[in-house]
Nanobody, 128 residues
Framework: QVQVVESGGGLVQAGASLRLACVVS????????MGWFRQASNKEREFVAA????????MYTDSVKGRFTISRDNAKNTAYLQLNSLRPEDTAIYYC?????????????????????WGQGTQVTVSS
């Protein structure tokens, strides 16, 4: 049984940084493409970032480019999302997701329904 568990959220001031971690158990991380999504209060879930199986390819939504970095350590079965220069509008629950796909990152990577396993989320709150 595959489990996905996020950690690292918290309450920070604008301009601060956080690093979110996502541990996958039940199957080796290299089996999955990994994605991060977020959902703010009263808003729909949105794509944040994705990374291919070996970390050689990444993609981001425009609003986080240059501020957030997705990475992975397959030996540790852990994916990461480094959040820098945080803004109040980044406040949301951040979800990690794993997709069992073959191929390259593409438009599918930004669609939640492409992912097969989800974590419970970790809250990120950015105060102004």
């Amino acid at each position: 049984q595959v489990q996905v568990v996020e950690s690292g959220g918290g309450l920070v001031q604008a301009g601060a940084s956080l690093r979110l971690a996502c541990v996958v158990s039940g199957r080796t991380l290299s089996s999955f493409f990994m994605g991060w999504f977020r959902q703010a209060s009263n808003k729909e879930r949105e794509f944040v970032a994705a990374i291919n199986w070996d970390g050689s390819s990444t993609m981001y939504t425009d609003s986080v480019k240059g501020r957030f970095t997705i990475s992975r350590d397959n030996a540790k079965n852990t994916a990461y999302l480094q959040l820098n220069s945080l803004r109040p509008e980044d406040t949301a629950i951040y979800y990690c997701a794993a997709a069992t796909v073959v191929g390259a990152l593409g438009p599918w990577s930004a669609a939640g329904h492409s992912y097969h396993y989800w974590g419970q989320g970790t809250q990120v709150t950015v105060s102004s």
